[in-house]
């Protein structure tokens, strides 16, 4: 018999959590509109408005995080205008130029720890902005930022308030990726709610793909300059699902009794006991992370000696005998996959 | 208490056929691969490439009909190339741009029923191409046509291997949008099998999404021109699901014992009950379908009387006081629904 | 030696008119900034801002037609808005699918004599705008219209009136492709101004290619909704001059004394002297056309012997053994070769 | 009187040579066909063959710099393809994003001196696909270098003949960005000829607007991938000049008698002229350039006070109290004006 091999590369390994099949099921044969227009789908961006503190915010639903990017990104800019985002941000780097091939340019900053700063937005702003021939440039008109980042790093309440007001002060969007957005909210040390992302940012959201859903991503605009028509841009970047309830069913699944939360902290605890490992093995990380994403740094003969065992996936070669690899947990992670894997860890010797 | 509204209005009110859920909830647990790369997906791929009987083929999962249109158009043209289609076609009027998005025009051609023909395919490559100074229009590249068509109605095998004929003839490629391909092969007088669709197009899809699924569309390939890194157009165009065993998984329950097409006669078998009714009622039709769609051109003042019972689409207006509507059936459609709607034709006294 | 051809097939066979060539002659040793912002170029905009009696207007310089198109389209729109035009627009035929490679849908309209009507326009923006699911459509935003038309036609006072007014009352920008504009202003029965397609348009070109200039199309923007940042529309899809100052320039040199309508009406007449002598044959025309382009229906036999000598425009076949061409004069044209043309129509014996 | 600014700021500040401008006057008023397709464009095209050495290649004629550059990119890649540049590439920075516009990502590499070297450029090819999954990135397909650089600095023989290697290694295109290819070609150390850039470049091109002409770019394409329908992408793009002889008669006037390499030694050797004042005067440069750009790095107060005088660039910040500006030289530049500045350089107290 083959023997199993343990992921932990990614957070959408598995189905969707047991109360979104149970909502998809109790509803299955029921009769709706199509689009997004039905009851349930209406439910739950009340849910998400109520939420935010925000009744006047504009809710959409999407299938996925590129999908969703490239909409928003989409929606927000004219054709000459671009947006600024980490160098290791997902729509830098992962999403296939889906950002260029809307006819933006991707302003890459320069980041640490996967997070770009306040000052660093306004340098890039000015630089742009400052000549008489500014026209021979892009013009930088947002800003993205994701929460988690892809480092699994989070943005405090300080940084972004800061990020918040540079980009108020010129006339920048803020657009917050939210595709792992809950265990950057359960991490233990943010002070950031869904009150404070809806205040600082003008679009941001919270990402279901990755933290249980079987896939859907709920858009947040509070900014009435992004609102309009938005349905438009959703339906000609092909993201707008016909049985779009199935969206709405699973975001009140998700939200209607904290159940995304309590999910988000189960996986960044479970990361916390093998990132406690690591470190009591001596195992230097990437990047501090305190969410349910982490980089350690490991011998390359260990690293295929686990390819059996484990499944993670590759980030960058650190040396000629070491690489950073990225381990990932999620609602779905098994306690005695954990466990077994920290034996493992104890078992190092580096 | 509020009344239920019965709806006839579109093929997708309903969650999924019983046998879909039963597969996603069996497997729910699993860990697999993401991005369609794991065994279930790999699974029915090879299914799907038997009952074409073409192993050379590239099977490709997407999640709906606009996002695997402008993904297969944009793959397959360079950006001074275009597409024909019927001016009624789903590209041209229900896709908000969507491929003009991508950069291509699409060349309306006057359809009959829905459908274009071989000679108008041939008239207009040659009007583009005739002249010296032919750089000045776009170039005709590929043909678009919906099987079944958007009024409901079937490229005989005749039809599709004169346009195939043509389109080899002038190196056009042909795609087949096939959203409600189900009906279409189960009509009553279809001698069309997908081994001939896969022998005569160059990429077409089975769809699921008004075909039982709760979503997804099977794009097969034969044409190897069209083959090569299509992977990287879904990813750029958000198509690529992150937990793509929902579309491999789903296309598995359809079509591993024939449900795809039990389906499919079911809902042609409920219309033509309808149809029937109908008919003995002498309401003239918009076009002759023979499918799961029906276009009855009915007094306004019924039309209004019937809104409180029953959901519809409107189509056109035909005079001062008669307008064309759509009815359609599906696999979740109900008997006593349907035996209901009869009645009321039976009643009606035009 | 070889036979000369006599050039009737467009109004771009010759260079430059004598007072263009030399007030580039004269500062062709001048250094001058770069890019348009040069003293001849802001003296030109200033002088067409007082012809269009609009002190407010924004003017800008491109080099040609299709640039000019997809420019102000590209700026114009979001990307889910189309544009409305005739189906013989110059967008829609012979512009190799330029506004489409920009993302947006031409809405094409049946058009007669080249021209379409404020009834249609509301029709189309109608029947796209009604339904509760319009996002599902192309948003119509902008309509397209061209004076002189492709066929040599004129919209009169009152059409472009009724455009307009149509136009404003739903929101909808007109922009007039200007590109033969001296030969309808100065077309017999014209009775529209420069100050009358200031008011009436939201943004128009003053066309100099087929006018008599080497190139050069004169953008003059009304709506203050088109100007904003205008100039990195023009830089971005490589329409802006670094050596600027020639089109202030040859405007200049057209505009200052009248002479871009004196050589307007010098080719308007000299084709009201051919289109007699067709009329005086009998010869019939696709189109009855009032400006510097002729559509005669001729022999193909005719046209064959004709070939010789002259150069012509094919339009289209009639029937079996007729077909429309098209005749073009202009600034450059000489009497001999009217003269010359009209004796051989008087020749004819059809 | 107003004092004469004297223009170093770039190399486009006057008309054209009195050779280009007598060639115009002299055809001025001869009939040729439109489009580029007229006696005089093929008589260059078959010149600029015979000077590369490659009756195979295909030549095309087109306005600027911009234009070119996104015309020759948005023909040669499929839409998941991305283009590697220098960071300081002029595509990269002073283009307003047209490359973007065409819907394809900029593979920004740190540059030295303007230029990238072959080891970057198979780095980041291997990076991008390498991995299993590479389809969530984007494709690298094409390398664009510029010569002379934007920092006036120029690529050996040996420097080019790698990076050819490399991309032929790698099926990737080699372009270089010509604008300025004069200057380069005239360097004093240069080695490089046009039959060298023929056959180590895919495409490249002859700048005309900074060299000389009043505009125009001949792009030359070797590489028969590239060939296949380019006049359509021209004509898309707003780049097909209906007067098109125009560009064949400047590149007749600039490369038939050796004008074009005569004018360039011509603008190169003024600047040297320039350099040695500097080197004499201590003034350190950005960049070791050694074509008509020079960087030199100056105390902000003495620019100050230049201003009056003379026209330069601003090209960045080095300390709180000096920049580095560029200074321009051409054809048209006037003995007594460098001499003028050489004795302002030389009376500098720094």
């Known amino acids: 018999m083959e023997k199993r091999i343990i992921r932990f590369n990614c957070d959408y390994s598995e189905g969707t959590h047991e109360k979104v099949m149970e909502k998809l099921m109790a509803t299955n044969m029921e009769q709706t509109e199509g689009y ?22 504009d809710v959409h639903f999407l299938v996925g995080g590129t999908q969703t990017n490239l909409t928003v990104i989409a929606a927000a800019l004219r054709p000459y205008q671009g947006v600024m985002a980490a160098n290791t941000g997902h729509i830098n780097v992962h999403e296939t130029g889906a950002i260029e091939a809307c006819g933006h340019k991707i302003l890459a900053l320069p980041s640490r720890e996967g997070k770009i700063t306040a000052a660093q937005v306004e340098d890039c702003y000015r630089a742009h902005m400052q000549d008489n021939d500014r026209e021979h440039m892009v013009m930088p008109k947002m800003v993205y930022i994701s929460q988690s980042t892809e480092l699994g790093t989070v943005y405090s309440k300080k940084e972004l308030e800061q990020l ?73 970047k092909g993201g707008m699902l016909a049985k779009g309830r199935l969206l709405g069913l699973q975001f009140l699944a998700l939200l209607e009794d904290g159940l995304y939360m309590e999910i988000s902290r189960y996986a960044n605890w479970q990361m916390e006991r093998i990132r406690g490992a690591f470190r ?71």
């Open 36 to 57: 997004g227009t039905d009851a349930y789908s209406r439910q739950a961006k009340g849910l998400i408005r109520q939420l935010c503190g925000r009744e006047d915010a």
């Open 164 to 236: 918040s007001e540079i980009c108020r002060k010129n006339g920048l969007f803020l657009f917050m990726d939210g595709a792992r957005l809950g265990y950057a909210l359960a991490a233990l040390d943010n002070t950031l709610t869904l009150e404070d992302l809806a205040r600082l940012c003008d679009v941001f959201y919270i990402g279901g793909t990755k933290v249980g859903a079987l896939f859907g991503e709920a858009v947040v605009i509070t900014n009435p300059q992004l609102k309009e028509d938005f349905r438009y841009l959703i339906k000609q």
């Open 280 to 350: 009591r093995a001596q195992i230097p990380f990437l990047v501090e992370s305190n969410t349910n994403q982490l980089f350690p740094i490991l011998p390359d003969c260990i690293l295929d000696a686990w390819k059996e065992k484990y499944s993670f996936s590759y980030q960058q070669r650190m040396d000629e005998r070491h690489s950073a690899v990225r381990f990932c947990t999620s609602w779905a992670t098994r306690e005695e996959d954990v466990e077994q894997l920290m034996e493992d860890i104890e078992a190092l010797d580096v």
